[in-house]
């Protein structure tokens, strides 16, 4: 597993993690099978966030129970939790006292001292950025909270938080897969007006993150869109498909380790988030941070998810 140094903090972190957000259903030996294969893989980086599972914190909660590691252990592993979103309402709550309750919710159901990273989850549209920071301070002078992060962040919505936040921004979550890449493809087509891909959408953000030392964590890797499943085998992908397969095949691989090897391949030193709950196919996704696509494989695949090469 391919490891780096996480820019703006001291931890030592796998291209991929594994995401927790359909944990609650998983009996405990199940829980602790995808665990130690995680382990076995190289992964010790553990995504989660309250409103994973119901109620509020159940995902959390079921992965303590289920493995109730020693603080030994415990230190081993980097989790990282997030906080922001109000399901039932359902709106966005950046405000101290939400952002404060929260965490003191994850940290008992996670039953830890301490939370490795902290990520706002999607934006606030009503961010009061002083709140923010007043709550990351305090967080993090009690040692609740050792490094904070956003997700789906756009540049200026960084920015503003960083004119008030003491504490680095190191993290943005953001949707990424070869089906979902605007945030690459509308720089390949930059001044081409009448070709839609030159649209930009996220106000140039991966170059945003890229000249920030912001860590790109991909999530949705295989989505071929919003409620529509993955794209592997998708009869709407025919020609993508084709191209993971042959190159599964040359490679000795699953289709799903070229996948994650596409977001693996792109300099950004990027993660990928892999919320698979079948020990095997974890195993296929993090044997992607293994392989080193070429760049002709890697827009090979980027054309056939229908992105053009001008």
Request: glycine content about 6%.
């Amino acid at each position: 597993m391919k490891t780096f140094t996480l820019p703006g903090t001291s931890l030592t972190v796998p291209s991929v993690i594994s995401g927790m957000m359909r944990v609650q259903d998983l009996s405990d030996a199940k829980v602790r099978d995808l665990y130690e294969t995680a382990r076995e893989c190289g992964i010790d980086f553990f995504d989660h966030a309250d409103i994973y599972g119901t109620p509020i914190h159940a995902c959390e909660a079921r992965f303590a129970e289920a493995l109730r590691l020693s603080p030994a252990e415990r230190s081993e592993i980097t989790i990282q939790t997030k906080a922001g979103i109000v399901p039932s309402g359902p709106y966005f709550d950046f405000s101290y006292d939400h952002i404060i309750e929260s965490v003191n919710g994850s940290l008992e159901a996670l039953n830890t001292d301490y939370i490795d990273i902290l990520l706002l989850h999607r934006p606030d549209i009503l961010v009061e950025p002083e709140e923010v920071a007043r709550a990351f301070s305090e967080l993090a002078a009690a040692g609740k909270v050792r490094n904070f992060g956003v997700s789906n962040q756009t540049p200026g919505q960084i920015e503003l938080l960083k004119r008030f936040v003491k504490q680095p921004l190191i993290v943005n979550q953001l949707q990424l897969s070869p089906t979902h890449a605007e945030m690459m493809a509308q720089g390949a087509a930059m001044n081409m007006p009448r070709l839609n891909q030159s649209a930009s959408y996220d106000l140039g953000i991966l170059d945003y993150c890229r000249l920030n030392d912001v860590t790109i964590q991909a999530w949705s890797p295989f989505q071929s869109d919003l409620g529509k499943g993955t794209y592997f085998e998708n009869p709407d992908y025919p020609e993508l498909n084709e191209v993971l397969n042959k190159l599964a095949n040359s490679h000795g691989v699953k289709s799903e380790t070229i996948a994650t090897a596409w977001i693996l391949r792109h300099p950004a030193n990027m993660q990928v988030i892999a919320g698979t709950m079948n020990p095997d196919r974890l195993r296929a996704i993090a044997a992607g941070a293994d392989i080193n696509l070429t760049r002709a494989e890697w827009y090979q695949i980027y054309r056939a998810a229908g992105y053009t090469v001008p």
